[in-house]
């Protein structure tokens, strides 16, 4: 036996896992990187703080403040990250001279951002911001009462998938535009089915632009509640999930917009037989929709695992979505990311159909039995051979440079 991989593979092999096949399937597989945990979602308007009830804790130094600093940053962890990787972009983060409001965004205004993705080889996803705007300062947007306010934000979304078409077809790689909406009422409201009305027209508007489905990809995200919106959101699951079934638009499910014990994961098979993909944005809720960085947990386990048991690593689209401002960011976003990729590898080196006969054979004994084993097989000497192969640090030696980063770099921020 010659190394700890060799070991592993034929650990594996004798339950029917081909680690070689595995090692070269994961690297394929993408993973989208959320922007905003480099900057607590401020973007680069320099104005308005962050609203829509979401919310961003601590002031760890060394945040980016401009363009430059966080594509350095991001180029910081794509280089600690192994495999193939997109980046997902919210609308604040138009790169311009002069101040362009949201309606008025064009293709030109994310140009550097192509640049830097044709440099680091990686996709770009997007997102219509939808808060942090003086047109959303009552919390409204989409499903708001007044038709100024509605056309400004439809207006916005339908800028944002002219860009997103633009990243499409500018890299060769498919965007997802993801619309999420802030919008709903502290009290409990007197009308439910207007503001999902008026959101419904909205989004037919916003989805009437047909655009190649090569180039943009429609995702909507639900929730269950906002802070200061405790009593009732327009853009629940329900409505969402019948809306992406009607209509021409993907379901994107984040698992910290649902009841603490509703999991994510059960719903990730459901969807698929309905439809022929789905999103995520995987994050970490703690008691509400914290987004704590995502660590390698029961329930990240559990959505790899369906991902992989459906068949459906080119099905679900994998982003991941949490702001952690009381750590280093550089480091939140590596430990999420790798985590992400870690679990998927987990559930890629489980023989998943000799548990599911198990289930089918009534033998819960030995599928209770084996799940537990498989999880004390060498599962880290595959990481880091993963690691190893793809260029990027093994175990824990990625944090000595986040730490060098930190010194030399953030700190003088
Ligand atoms: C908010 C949603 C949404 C945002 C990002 C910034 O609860 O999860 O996805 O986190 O768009
Ligand atoms: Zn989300």
Redesign the pocket.
């Known amino acids: 036996m010659n190394t700890r991989y060799e070991y592993a593979k034929e650990c594996y092999a004798k339950i029917g896992i081909d680690t070689e096949a595995v090692l070269n399937k994961l690297a394929e597989v993408p993973v989208s990187i959320h922007c905003?945990q480099g900057d607590d979602?401020d973007g680069f308007e320099n104005s308005a703080v962050l609203s829509g009830g979401?919310m961003a804790t601590g002031n760890y130094p060394g945040k980016a403040r401009n363009p430059e600093e966080l594509m350095a940053d991001i180029e910081k962890v794509l280089s600690m990250v192994p495999g193939k990787h997109k980046i997902n972009l919210?609308a604040i983060y138009a790169i311009t001279d002069t101040p362009v409001d949201r309606d008025k965004l064009e293709p030109k205004h994310f140009e550097k951002w192509v640049e830097f993705a044709k440099k680091n080889n990686v996709g770009l996803d997007i997102?219509p911001t939808l808060f942090s705007h003086a047109m959303a300062a009552d919390g409204l947007t989409l499903s708001h009462p007044d038709e100024k306010v509605r056309r400004f934000w439809i207006d916005h979304c339908k800028a944002m998938r002219e860009i997103g078409a633009y990243f499409g077809k500018e890299l060769g790689v498919t965007c997802v535009n993801n619309i999420?909406i802030p919008d709903g009422y502290k009290e409990i409201p007197a009308d439910r089915m207007g503001p999902r009305q008026r959101l419904k027209d909205a989004l037919d508007e916003i989805l009437s632009v047909k655009y190649d489905k090569e180039y943009l990809v429609d995702t909507v995200?639900s929730?269950v509640f906002?802070i200061g919106v405790e009593a009732y959101t327009v853009g629940s699951h329900e409505f969402y999930m019948n809306y992406a079934a009607k209509n021409d638009c993907l379901c994107l499910l984040?698992n910290?917009?649902y009841h603490p014990t509703e999991m994510v994961s059960d719903k990730i098979p459901s969807m698929l037989l309905f439809a022929d993909k789905v999103a995520l944005?995987v994050t970490r809720p703690m008691r509400w929709?914290s987004?704590h960085v995502v660590i390698f947990d029961d329930e990240l386990k559990e959505i790899a695992k369906e991902i992989v048991r459906c068949d459906a690593l080119d099905k679900v689209l994998i982003g991941l979505?949490y702001f952690d401002a009381s750590i280093n960011r550089v480091a939140a976003w590596v430990v999420g990311t790798r985590n992400m990729r870690k679990a998927l590898l987990f559930a890629m080196l489980l023989p998943h159909g000799e548990l599911k006969k198990c289930q089918d054979e009534g033998n819960y004994t030995k599928m209770l039995a084996m799940n537990e084993e498989y999880k004390f097989y060498p599962f880290a000497d595959v990481w880091n051979e993963f690691c190893k192969r793809n260029g990027t640090p093994e175990g824990d030696s990625w944090y000595a440079q986040v730490e060098e980063y930190e010194k030399e770099v953030l700190s003088k921020r």
Request: glycine letters at 12%.
């Open positions: 905003w979602i979401i919210h997102n999420w995200e929730k906002g984040d910290g917009h944005h929709d987004d979505d």
